[in-house]
């Protein structure tokens, strides 16, 4: 009885909390805001910590930015592995950071699960296009972007 294991049931981790949204974020570089949203996700538990370093890599060969001052950083293929869940985190710059030339003012770090981060791209990148968005998502309060995410995403 001392030793007997209780079945722990899992709880799912919802793919985006409030907490995991900061808005007028200052300007940083490249890999520090990468690494930022990754932490996000790492405190999170969506990912293991190996994972951040995964999307600097993928940054390194492909870059994530989307156009419209967004992106999207996530691992590469081989740290699909280190993902527990799928979870997105938000960075804003009002003011723009540097991403190799263009100016990004949303940043949507990205884990999913097998193919669900193709899924959670694509939910990103229309809403990225619809007439607004992203002028609601850059000039938004913390409260603000996390509706307009998640509204997008049920």
């Known amino acids: 009885m001392l030793f007997s ?28 805001v990468i690494r930022a949203v990754g932490q996000m996700l790492v405190d999170t538990g969506y990912v293991n910590q190996s994972y951040v370093d995964a999307m600097v890599k993928r940054e390194e ?13 996530h691992g590469v293929e081989e740290a699909k592995k280190e993902i527990k869940a799928s979870g997105i985190a938000v960075m ?42 992203m002028e609601r998502l850059i000039s938004g309060n913390a409260a603000e972007v996390y509706e307009i995410l998640k509204g997008g995403m049920e």
């Open 5 to 32: 294991k209780k079945a722990k049931k899992e709880e799912k981790l919802e793919l985006l909390y409030p907490g995991n949204v900061k808005v007028g974020c200052d300007a940083d570089t490249k890999e520090n």
């Open 61 to 73: 060969s492909f870059s994530t930015y989307m156009g419209n001052e967004l992106a999207l950083p």
């Open 92 to 133: 804003t710059f009002p003011e723009g950071t540097d991403w190799d030339g263009e100016t990004v003012k949303i940043v949507v770090g990205i884990a999913g699960v097998g193919e669900e981060h193709l899924q959670i791209l694509s939910v990103i990148a229309e809403l990225a296009l619809e007439d607004g968005a």
